[in-house]
């Protein structure tokens, strides 16, 4: 291992390098008053990089001894009951959990794009109400972070879907648990309102800040189980010139969100929109972003009209096959499509 | 937020000098570098870096409330429940009480169906004394087209409320309350914007409405493909002023032809849809909205005006409160009036389509009693 990787500031690996101090093995016996020396650099520094490089180095060391544990690392068998452990949080579409394979999987980052007024935004609701859903009724009983960079939140549409939540339970209640007539459903809609914290986010440094403090956040929030980014696009779609810039920019977010979703557990759920792309002699719509874009998220599920349905369709996914199902957008929220329960008209 | 200074958030002094130096002045320009970039130019570790970044994230990040908190918060602080009612009442049940505040609202349709009598309703409305209704405030009209009609605005009043309209002087006061800016070019209108910033605050504007967005857009850039890009800052810029003024901001929109339908599949649809011939490939008046895909994305509530056989229609084509809904509706000299308070639930591709055949005048003047 080179004395380049270590996590130093320029100047002084430069130093380094240039005292002949190459390979950390090199580092491993040097008393800090002798580096100081030969370095020209302050004590304290130095014992600051023997520190960093004692890190370093004591991987390596416990690679040798036990060659198949590498520090952090974990077998896939212990990763498939872990996997096995973690949750899912229901769409309330029955037909979409199927085909997701029980609802949105938790520790994984989740992009939900489509044309404007499919639903995403309803999509959003409805995840961070169903975080909430107590676990003797199969949810998470988990609370939920909204990031709002388009000021389409609509509080009045989250109280009703809510409402419709907490009618389902009670409904649940009553079919299956007449043996348990005191047991009633403690939750209010008004609960699953003051469980949910909304950022809401005016510029893409705002947008950036937001997604760095999310882990000290969420370190204080503990039961915090899905963050709801909508939308990831906004910002980063208006009044950007320097395109590279965008890209590294939207590449560390995504490294961000994924460690925030493996080291709390939680899901994250990133809304896109979608952009006209030519391609072979026609326009086609694909979602916002680019190419370099698609790669960064674990899941990819494209919300789009078939007829006269909508329909979500998993376009990515590491261990789910590709398919489509049909949903619905109701008043109570997101439900399955109209041709199987029909819905009670509005007005 | 973005733009708070580095040396004024409470560093290290060690820390916050070194980014001074390097002529890192603002959040926004800390934030826009990776933390390895930052190492390279700061030259410092690692872990300095990533202290600083999560102390300069913390101070720029908003502070958060929970959903409870802003439901509360919107029924104390805002009349009417932050909604201006349009006056059709099943438009306005399906809206939730009417055009909400602090989001944008887009009115979209070919010439001549109504949407500039719809804007001058609904400015009329919100100019009104709350005992009418309305919301007893100033309004701004930005009028790109030179559609701007006083006359009428004053007859839809005197028809709708005459009781009000005969008291003296209340024509002239309510038309009064009524600021119109008629901007010649993109740039202008840029400017007026920047300038009634302040102006909405101090003025008590109760509604902006800009009639239209498109206008501006389609005389400058002829060429279709950079249509979405100049109007990239608007977006942010409308959408920011609505939030945070907590006023409705309406705009509206005009069509184009659109030749073909191609666009509006996925390459992962295409497949499915050549061996489904059944699908009407191509339409004769395909009409599209004139602002691209990232407009659309932008709007919270979008309306479609449009005529099928002679018959208006205005549908609630977006919104996150209300199912897809239909209302045949008629432009009297009273103003824009829903023939039916039932309306028609859509549902598929029709919600999106902007239909523009069989009408006549904007006013129809033999409907009215």
Redesign the interface.
């Known amino acids: 291992m080179e004395v380049r990787s270590l ?6 690996s430069a130093k380094l390098i240039s005292a002949g101090y190459t390979s950390l093995s090199s580092l491993s016996s040097v008393l800090p008053s002798h580096l100081a020396q030969e370095l020209g650099i302050s004590e304290n520094e130095a014992i ?1 990089i023997l520190k ?1 490089a004692s890190q370093r180095g004591g991987v390596e060391i416990t690679n040798q001894t036990h060659p198949t544990i590498v520090n952090g690392a974990q077998t896939a068998w212990d990763m498939l009951h872990e996997e096995e452990s973690c949750g899912h949080i229901t769409t309330s579409c029955a037909d979409l959990d199927d085909i997701l394979g029980g609802g949105i999987s938790c520790k994984e980052v989740t992009e939900i794009g489509g ?3 499919i639903g995403k ?2 999509f959003g ?1 409805q995840l ?1 109400v169903n975080v909430q859903i107590p676990s003797k009724y199969g949810g998470l009983e988990g609370k939920a ?2 990031i709002d960079t ?11 879907i809510a409402e419709a939540c907490v009618k389902d339970m009670q409904e649940y209640d009553s079919f299956l648990r007449k043996d348990l007539p005191a047991d009633q459903v403690k939750l209010q809609p ?1 609960d ?15 947008q ?6 999310l ?3 969420i370190s204080e929030h503990k039961d915090v189980k899905v963050v709801i980014v909508d ?1 990831i ?3 980063f ?4 010139e320097d395109m590279a ?1 965008r890209t ?2 939207l590449g ?1 977010m995504a490294l961000k969100l994924m460690k925030l979703a493996k080291k709390f557990s939680l899901a994250v759920i990133l809304l896109n ?4 792309k030519y ?1 072979g002699g ?5 979602l ?1 972003l680019g190419d370099s874009w698609s790669h960064a998220c674990t899941n990819r599920i ?1 919300l ?6 909508r329909y979500a ?1 998993i ?1 990515k996914s590491p261990s789910i096959r ?1 398919a489509s199902a049909p949903y619905a ?3 109570r929220g997101i439900r399955n499509s ?1 041709s199987k329960c029909k819905r009670v ?3 | ?2 733009n708070k200074l580095i040396s004024q958030m409470g560093l290290p002094n060690s820390i916050a000098n070194v980014f001074a130096a390097r002529n890192i002045l603002t ?2 320009d800390a ?2 570098l ?2 390895f970039e930052l ?2 130019l ?6 300095e870096v990533t202290t600083a ?2 102390h ?3 101070i ?3 502070p ?8 509360e918060q ?1 029924r104390k602080n805002e009349y009417l429940g932050g909604h201006l009612p349009t006056r059709l009442n ?1 438009l306005d ?2 809206l ?1 009480g009417g055009i ?1 505040f ?2 944008v609202t887009e009115l979209v349709g070919p010439a001549g169906i109504g949407k500039t009598q719809f804007c001058l309703k609904l400015s009329l409305l919100a100019s009104l004394p709350l005992s009418y209704g309305g919301l007893d405030g100033h309004v701004v009209y930005i009028d790109t087209e030179s559609k701007f009609s006083s006359r009428r605005m004053i007859e839809i009043g005197v028809n709708s409320f005459p009781e009000l309209f005969q008291i003296e002087g209340m024509a002239q006061k309510m038309a009064g309350r009524i600021l119109v800016l008629q901007p010649a070019s993109l740039t202008e209108f840029s400017e007026s914007l920047e300038k009634i910033k302040a102006f909405l605050l101090q003025h008590h504007v109760k509604l902006l409405v800009i009639d239209s967005m498109a206008a501006l857009v389609s005389g400058e850039c002829g060429q279709g493909h950079y249509r979405q890009h100049p109007l ?2 608007h ?2 810029f409308i ?2 002023l ?2 945070f003024s907590r006023i409705p901001v309406v705009v509206t929109n005009q069509v184009r032809c659109h030749s073909g339908d ?9 497949q499915s849809i050549s061996e489904n011939q059944e699908y009407p490939t191509t339409f004769d008046s395909h009409l599209v909205a004139a602002l ?3 407009w ?5 509530i ?1 309306l479609v005006l449009e005529s099928r056989s002679g018959q208006r229609f205005i549908k609630l ?2 919104s ?6 239909a209302f045949p509706f008629t432009i009297t000299t009273s103003g824009i009036t829903l023939l039916d308070d ?2 028609v ?1 859509m ?6 389509t902007i239909c523009g055949q069989g009408q006549s005048g904007v006013i129809n003047f033999d409907n009215d009693t």
């Open positions: 996590p130093i500031s320029a100047s002084q600051g960093v044309v404007p007024g935004t309803q609701i961070a972070v909204y388009e000021g389409s939140f609509m509080v009045e549409r989250v109280s009703q008004y699953f309102l003051a469980n949910i914290f909304y950022f809401r986010i005016c510029s893409y440094t705002e950036i800040a937001v997604i760095n403090y882990e000290k956040f939308s696009t906004f910002h779609r208006q009044d950007f810039l590294r920019l560390g929109q979608v952009t006209s391609s026609s326009f086609q719509l694909t916002a494209i789009y009209w078939n007829g006269n349905e369709y376009d590709s957008v109701t008043g109209a008209k509005m007005m | 937020m973005a959040a926004k934030l826009s990776t933390e190492m390279e700061l030259d410092v570790g690692l872990a970044i999560t300069i994230s913390e720029v990040c908003p958060h409330q929970t959903a409870l908190l802003l439901l919107g099943g049940s399906a939730c909400p602090g989001v990239g800052w977006i942010a959408k920011s609505a939030e191609e666009s509006f599949q996925y390459s992962f649809q295409v691209g895909i990232s659309a994305h932008a709007v919270s979008r084509a977006k996150s409160v209300s199912p897809p809904v039932y309306g639930e549902s598929g591709p029709e919600i999106n």
